[in-house]
Nanobody, 122 residues
């Protein structure tokens, strides 16, 4: 059974930091491109950061470049998102996901976690 479990969300003030983790099981983590998405109320789900198999390629949404860092530990089957200099507009539910494709299109991602809430207050 495929499972992706996010953790590390919470409430912080603007300028603060959070580190999200996504622990996975049930599939071969090292063979999948991994990514983080977020969805705010009333908005579409958007790609935040993605990392390819073998960490060959990494890309970020323009809105988080220079503030967020994605990483993965294949030995622990875990994906991370370090979020610094958080802004109120970063408030959303954050999801990790896995895909065999290289895309930010949510419809092309095969496995999803249940999400973790991040709230940034001004």
């Amino acid at each position: 059974q495929v499972q992706l479990v996010e953790s590390g969300g919470g409430s912080v003030q603007a300028g603060g930091s959070l580190r999200l983790s996504c622990t996975t099981s049930g599939f071969t983590f090292s063979r999948y491109n991994m990514g983080w998405f977020r969805q705010a109320p009333g908005q579409e789900r958007e790609g935040v950061a993605r990392m390819s198999v073998g960490i060959v390629s990494i890309s970020y949404a323009d809105s988080v470049k220079g503030r967020f860092t994605i990483s993965r530990d294949n030995a622990k089957n875990t994906l991370y998102l370090q979020m610094n200099s958080l802004k109120p507009e970063d408030t959303a539910t954050y999801y990790c996901a896995a895909t065999s494709f290289w895309t930010f299109s949510p419809g092309s991602w095969q496995y999803w976690g249940q999400g973790t809430q991040v709230t940034v207050s001004s």
